[in-house]
């Protein structure tokens, strides 16, 4: 009898080993995909910057590339969040507040490039308001991760 148990507690290992294996498979396939979008968002955004860099005002076009290049920030950060918890089986708090708060930068930037289109209008308040919002989002998130830091 003894024999059997020792079969049946296997079982369970053998399972557990095996969903692992497949959850491992399924986060680097994941970083494959994060890495082939990351490289092609950065060539995308190179190619419309040099594309387009001599029709319309400049500023608008650094301002696109500065975007696409903020994107591809948050897939890196992505990325590494996923490499991460391959080499610790950890999931890491921190790369999601970079994000978050890369991403909140991402939305102020394209706000300031389109608020003086807005102004005069009663939509520039609502725009302003939404500034006000996004810059006390991006100090909550700073403070978070430095009081993560701290612990």
Same mark, same amino acid.
């Given at each position: 009898?003894?024999?059997?148990? #020792?079969?049946? +507690?296997? $079982?369970?290992? %053998?399972?557990?080993?095996? @969903? =692992?294996?497949?959850?491992? $498979?399924?986060?680097?396939?994941?970083?494959?995909? &994060?890495?082939?979008? $990351?490289?092609? @968002?950065?060539?995308?955004?190179?190619?419309?910057?040099?594309?387009?860099?001599?029709? $319309?005002?400049?500023? +608008?076009?650094? @301002?696109?590339?500065?975007?696409?290049?903020?994107?591809?920030?948050?897939?890196?950060?992505?990325?590494?969040?996923?490499?991460?918890?391959?080499?610790?089986?950890?999931?890491?708090?921190?790369?999601?507040?970079?994000? #978050?708060?890369?991403?909140?930068? %991402? =939305?102020? &930037?394209?706000?300031?490039?389109?608020?003086?289109?807005? /102004? #005069? +209008?009663?939509?520039? %308040?609502? /725009?302003? &308001?939404?500034?006000?919002?996004?810059? #006390?989002?991006? /100090?909550? &998130?700073? /403070?978070?991760? %430095?009081?993560? =830091?701290?612990?």
């Amino acid at each position: 009898m003894s024999g059997d148990r #020792g079969s049946d +507690e296997e $079982g369970p290992n %053998r399972a557990a080993v095996g @969903l =692992r294996y497949a959850e491992e $498979g399924f986060y680097i396939a994941v970083a494959v995909a &994060l890495a082939l979008a $990351g490289a092609a @968002l950065f060539l995308h955004s190179l190619y419309r910057f040099v594309a387009n860099a001599q029709q $319309g005002p400049f500023i +608008e076009h650094v @301002l696109e590339l500065l975007d696409g290049l903020l994107l591809v920030f948050i897939v890196a950060e992505l990325l590494h969040t996923v490499r991460a918890l391959l080499d610790t089986n950890v999931l890491a708090t921190e790369p999601f507040l970079i994000i #978050g708060i890369v991403a909140a930068i %991402r =939305r102020l &930037l394209v706000i300031s490039a389109e608020a003086p289109d807005f /102004l #005069g +209008e009663a939509s520039f %308040r609502d /725009l302003m &308001l939404e500034m006000g919002i996004l810059i #006390g989002a991006v /100090l909550a &998130l700073g /403070l978070t991760i %430095r009081l993560l =830091r701290r612990r």
